[in-house]
Protein backbone atom coordinates (compact mmCIF):
# COMPACT_ATOMS: atom_id res chain seq x y z
CA UNK A 1 0.00 0.00 0.00
CA UNK A 2 2.63 2.19 1.25
CA UNK A 3 4.18 1.85 -2.91
CA UNK A 4 0.79 2.80 -4.29
CA UNK A 5 1.19 5.77 -2.21
CA UNK A 6 4.20 6.90 -2.79
CA UNK A 7 3.27 6.66 -6.55
CA UNK A 8 0.31 8.33 -6.68
CA UNK A 9 2.48 11.33 -4.41
CA UNK A 10 4.95 11.67 -7.70
CA UNK A 11 1.61 11.08 -9.88
CA UNK A 12 -0.34 14.05 -8.28
CA UNK A 13 2.05 16.23 -7.16
CA UNK A 14 4.97 16.13 -9.20
CA UNK A 15 5.47 19.95 -8.74
CA UNK A 16 5.46 20.26 -4.97
CA UNK A 17 7.48 17.94 -3.06
CA UNK A 18 5.95 19.55 0.02
CA UNK A 19 2.57 17.50 -0.17
CA UNK A 20 2.32 14.12 1.06
CA UNK A 21 -0.29 11.22 -0.16
CA UNK A 22 -1.88 9.89 3.23
CA UNK A 23 -4.65 7.40 2.32
CA UNK A 24 -6.75 6.61 -1.01
CA UNK A 25 -10.18 5.59 -1.09
CA UNK A 26 -12.00 3.82 -4.16
CA UNK A 27 -15.23 4.00 -4.06
CA UNK A 28 -15.82 2.82 -7.95
CA UNK A 29 -17.30 6.05 -9.16
CA UNK A 30 -15.23 8.43 -7.12
CA UNK A 31 -11.31 8.38 -5.96
CA UNK A 32 -10.84 10.05 -2.80
CA UNK A 33 -7.21 11.06 -1.84
CA UNK A 34 -6.16 11.88 1.63
CA UNK A 35 -3.38 14.67 1.30
CA UNK A 36 -1.51 16.96 3.74
CA UNK A 37 1.61 19.41 3.77
CA UNK A 38 4.97 17.77 5.28
CA UNK A 39 6.23 21.14 5.89
CA UNK A 40 6.65 22.04 9.55
CA UNK A 41 5.41 25.43 9.12
CA UNK A 42 4.63 28.08 6.88
CA UNK A 43 5.26 31.58 6.11
CA UNK A 44 2.72 34.36 6.99
CA UNK A 45 1.65 36.08 3.81
CA UNK A 46 1.19 39.38 5.54
CA UNK A 47 4.46 39.65 6.64
CA UNK A 48 6.53 36.86 5.02
CA UNK A 49 7.64 35.79 8.54
CA UNK A 50 8.02 31.53 9.28
CA UNK A 51 5.93 29.94 12.19
CA UNK A 52 5.42 26.65 12.90
CA UNK A 53 2.86 27.79 15.86
CA UNK A 54 0.04 25.56 14.54
CA UNK A 55 -3.55 26.75 15.39
CA UNK A 56 -5.69 24.50 13.85
CA UNK A 57 -6.10 22.47 10.73
CA UNK A 58 -9.30 22.03 8.51
CA UNK A 59 -10.17 19.84 5.55
CA UNK A 60 -10.77 21.17 2.03
CA UNK A 61 -12.21 19.46 -0.68
CA UNK A 62 -10.89 21.34 -4.17
CA UNK A 63 -12.02 19.61 -7.21
CA UNK A 64 -9.16 17.79 -9.38
CA UNK A 65 -9.04 16.27 -12.47
CA UNK A 66 -9.48 13.03 -12.91
CA UNK A 67 -6.82 10.66 -13.60
CA UNK A 68 -8.43 7.58 -14.56
CA UNK A 69 -10.99 7.46 -17.45
CA UNK A 70 -14.00 8.70 -16.47
CA UNK A 71 -13.86 8.67 -12.41
CA UNK A 72 -13.89 11.52 -10.60
CA UNK A 73 -10.89 12.27 -8.15
CA UNK A 74 -11.02 14.13 -4.68
CA UNK A 75 -8.71 15.69 -3.11
CA UNK A 76 -9.89 15.40 1.11
CA UNK A 77 -6.80 18.10 1.71
CA UNK A 78 -5.47 18.79 5.17
CA UNK A 79 -5.33 22.55 5.45
CA UNK A 80 -3.11 23.96 8.91
CA UNK A 81 -3.21 27.23 10.32
CA UNK A 82 -0.89 29.26 11.91
CA UNK A 83 -0.31 31.52 14.44
CA UNK A 84 2.14 34.60 13.11
CA UNK A 85 4.77 35.64 15.70
CA UNK A 86 5.65 38.50 15.03
CA UNK A 87 4.11 40.97 16.91
CA UNK A 88 3.62 43.90 14.75
CA UNK A 89 1.68 41.84 12.10
CA UNK A 90 -1.37 42.84 11.26
CA UNK A 91 -2.95 38.90 10.93
CA UNK A 92 -2.80 37.20 13.79
CA UNK A 93 -3.21 33.85 12.07
CA UNK A 94 -2.91 32.40 8.51
CA UNK A 95 -3.90 29.33 6.30
CA UNK A 96 -1.07 27.59 4.45
CA UNK A 97 -1.42 27.25 1.47
CA UNK A 98 -0.25 24.45 -0.75
CA UNK A 99 1.98 25.28 -4.03
CA UNK A 100 0.20 24.00 -7.53
CA UNK A 101 -2.37 22.49 -5.48
CA UNK A 102 -4.71 25.71 -3.99
CA UNK A 103 -4.90 29.44 -3.96
CA UNK A 104 -7.21 31.71 -1.25
CA UNK A 105 -10.50 31.65 -2.00
CA UNK A 106 -10.42 28.80 -4.55
CA UNK A 107 -12.48 25.68 -4.42
CA UNK A 108 -10.12 24.46 -7.57
CA UNK A 109 -6.98 23.11 -7.75
CA UNK A 110 -4.64 24.88 -9.76
CA UNK A 111 -4.76 22.20 -12.32
CA UNK A 112 -8.47 22.11 -12.59
CA UNK A 113 -8.25 26.02 -13.01
CA UNK A 114 -5.26 25.71 -14.90
CA UNK A 115 -7.08 23.22 -17.65
CA UNK A 116 -10.51 24.97 -18.30
CA UNK A 117 -8.62 28.37 -18.79
CA UNK A 118 -6.56 27.01 -21.55
CA UNK A 119 -9.02 25.01 -23.05
CA UNK A 120 -11.32 28.40 -23.24
CA UNK A 121 -8.51 30.13 -24.51
CA UNK A 122 -8.61 28.29 -27.41
CA UNK A 123 -12.15 27.53 -27.59
CA UNK A 124 -14.06 30.27 -26.05
CA UNK A 125 -17.00 29.83 -23.02
CA UNK A 126 -19.66 27.68 -24.77
CA UNK A 127 -17.29 25.12 -26.85
CA UNK A 128 -14.54 25.33 -23.81
CA UNK A 129 -16.97 23.71 -21.35
CA UNK A 130 -18.15 21.15 -23.67
CA UNK A 131 -14.56 20.10 -24.55
CA UNK A 132 -13.60 20.54 -20.99
CA UNK A 133 -16.48 18.46 -19.93
CA UNK A 134 -15.43 15.30 -21.94
CA UNK A 135 -11.86 15.02 -19.92
CA UNK A 136 -13.71 15.32 -16.90
CA UNK A 137 -13.73 18.98 -15.78
CA UNK A 138 -16.74 19.49 -15.39
CA UNK A 139 -17.82 23.28 -15.84
CA UNK A 140 -20.01 26.18 -17.11
CA UNK A 141 -19.48 28.63 -19.81
CA UNK A 142 -19.12 31.52 -17.61
CA UNK A 143 -16.97 29.67 -15.53
CA UNK A 144 -14.37 28.87 -18.40
CA UNK A 145 -14.50 32.28 -19.30
CA UNK A 146 -14.00 33.68 -15.26
CA UNK A 147 -10.85 31.36 -15.26
CA UNK A 148 -9.73 32.76 -18.36
CA UNK A 149 -10.32 36.47 -17.15
CA UNK A 150 -8.13 35.51 -14.26
CA UNK A 151 -5.09 34.19 -16.32
CA UNK A 152 -2.30 36.66 -15.81
CA UNK A 153 -1.03 38.64 -18.30
CA UNK A 154 1.19 37.27 -20.59
CA UNK A 155 4.47 39.09 -20.17
CA UNK A 156 5.47 41.16 -23.17
CA UNK A 157 8.59 40.19 -24.96
CA UNK A 158 11.06 42.51 -24.26
CA UNK A 159 13.06 42.62 -27.95
CA UNK A 160 17.27 42.44 -27.35
CA UNK A 161 18.37 44.47 -30.65
CA UNK A 162 16.99 47.51 -31.53
CA UNK A 163 17.58 49.89 -34.44
CA UNK A 164 16.15 52.77 -35.35
CA UNK A 165 14.41 52.80 -39.00
CA UNK A 166 16.01 56.54 -39.89
CA UNK A 167 18.72 57.47 -43.23
CA UNK A 168 21.40 59.40 -41.50
CA UNK A 169 25.33 60.47 -42.93
CA UNK A 170 28.11 58.77 -41.85
CA UNK A 171 31.63 59.75 -43.78
CA UNK A 172 29.36 60.99 -46.26
CA UNK A 173 27.64 58.09 -47.21
CA UNK A 174 23.56 57.52 -46.57
CA UNK A 175 22.47 54.48 -44.72
CA UNK A 176 19.54 53.22 -43.48
CA UNK A 177 18.55 51.10 -40.61
CA UNK A 178 16.20 48.13 -39.89
CA UNK A 179 14.64 46.17 -36.87
CA UNK A 180 14.86 42.77 -36.14
CA UNK A 181 12.65 41.21 -33.87
CA UNK A 182 13.95 37.56 -33.22
CA UNK A 183 11.91 36.15 -30.35
CA UNK A 184 8.53 37.88 -30.57
CA UNK A 185 6.01 35.39 -29.07
CA UNK A 186 5.31 33.16 -31.86
CA UNK A 187 8.87 32.49 -32.69
CA UNK A 188 8.31 33.68 -36.29
CA UNK A 189 10.50 36.80 -36.37
CA UNK A 190 9.40 40.08 -37.74
CA UNK A 191 11.60 42.58 -39.77
CA UNK A 192 10.45 46.41 -39.26
CA UNK A 193 11.73 47.42 -42.33
CA UNK A 194 10.54 51.27 -42.93
CA UNK A 195 10.98 52.38 -46.06
CA UNK A 196 14.29 50.26 -46.68
CA UNK A 197 12.32 47.30 -48.00
CA UNK A 198 9.45 49.01 -48.96
CA UNK A 199 6.42 46.67 -48.84
CA UNK A 200 4.45 47.36 -52.11
CA UNK A 201 0.86 46.76 -52.95
CA UNK A 202 0.76 43.28 -53.79
CA UNK A 203 1.79 42.36 -50.00
CA UNK A 204 3.92 39.19 -51.07
CA UNK A 205 6.44 42.01 -51.89
CA UNK A 206 8.73 44.40 -51.53
CA UNK A 207 10.56 46.89 -53.27
CA UNK A 208 13.83 49.12 -53.07
CA UNK A 209 14.09 52.86 -53.70
CA UNK A 210 17.21 55.13 -53.16
CA UNK A 211 14.34 57.69 -53.02
CA UNK A 212 10.93 57.08 -52.57
CA UNK A 213 9.15 61.24 -53.14
CA UNK A 214 12.07 61.17 -55.78
CA UNK A 215 10.98 57.55 -57.22
CA UNK A 216 14.53 56.76 -58.02
CA UNK A 217 15.50 53.22 -58.09
CA UNK A 218 18.15 51.92 -55.67
CA UNK A 219 21.37 50.60 -57.01
CA UNK A 220 21.59 46.96 -57.79
CA UNK A 221 25.04 46.73 -55.64
CA UNK A 222 23.29 48.22 -52.49
CA UNK A 223 20.45 45.70 -53.06
CA UNK A 224 22.50 43.02 -52.85
CA UNK A 225 24.40 44.04 -50.00
CA UNK A 226 21.56 44.87 -47.86
CA UNK A 227 20.57 41.07 -48.76
CA UNK A 228 24.06 39.71 -47.14
CA UNK A 229 23.13 41.73 -44.21
CA UNK A 230 19.64 40.39 -43.14
CA UNK A 231 20.31 37.04 -44.60
CA UNK A 232 21.24 35.84 -41.25
CA UNK A 233 18.28 36.71 -39.89
CA UNK A 234 14.22 34.95 -39.93
CA UNK A 235 11.31 36.52 -40.29
CA UNK A 236 7.74 36.03 -41.21
CA UNK A 237 6.23 38.96 -41.55
CA UNK A 238 7.53 42.55 -42.95
CA UNK A 239 6.44 45.58 -41.51
CA UNK A 240 7.19 48.42 -44.23
CA UNK A 241 6.60 52.35 -43.09
CA UNK A 242 3.36 52.81 -44.30
CA UNK A 243 0.26 51.84 -42.40
CA UNK A 244 -1.23 48.76 -43.80
CA UNK A 245 2.04 47.54 -45.21
CA UNK A 246 2.78 44.40 -43.81
CA UNK A 247 4.07 41.47 -45.54
CA UNK A 248 2.51 38.57 -42.60
CA UNK A 249 4.23 35.48 -44.32
CA UNK A 250 7.18 34.03 -45.89
CA UNK A 251 9.03 37.50 -45.26
CA UNK A 252 12.61 36.49 -45.93
CA UNK A 253 11.82 34.58 -48.71
CA UNK A 254 9.63 37.06 -50.41
CA UNK A 255 12.91 39.66 -50.00
CA UNK A 256 14.90 37.35 -51.67
CA UNK A 257 11.83 36.41 -54.28
CA UNK A 258 11.16 40.88 -54.57
CA UNK A 259 15.12 41.30 -55.06
CA UNK A 260 15.51 38.81 -57.90
CA UNK A 261 12.62 40.32 -59.90
CA UNK A 262 14.16 44.04 -59.00
CA UNK A 263 17.26 42.98 -60.40
CA UNK A 264 16.48 41.02 -63.38
CA UNK A 265 14.74 44.62 -64.68
CA UNK A 266 17.31 47.01 -63.18
CA UNK A 267 20.24 47.88 -65.09
CA UNK A 268 23.50 47.29 -63.70
CA UNK A 269 25.35 50.00 -62.78
CA UNK A 270 29.68 50.43 -64.10
CA UNK A 271 31.61 50.84 -61.16
ZN1 LIG B 1 2.66 37.80 9.83
Not at 40 to 66: I, N, Q, V
Request: proline fraction near 5%.
Amino acid sequence: MRDVLLRLEGLLFLADPGTRVESVQDDGEVIRVGVRCRTAGARCPGCGSWSGRLHGSYLRFPTDLPVVAGRRVVLRLRVRRFTCEDVSCVRRTFVEQVAGLTRRYSQRTERMRSAPAEVGLALAGRAGARLADVFGARVGRNTVLRLVDALPEPQPQVPRVVGVDEYAMRKGRVYGTVLHWGDDPEGRGALFSGDIFMVVMDRRWVSFMYSIPNFIPERPRTIRRALALVEPFTFERIYGAFWGRVVTADGAAGVRRSAERYLRFALEDDS
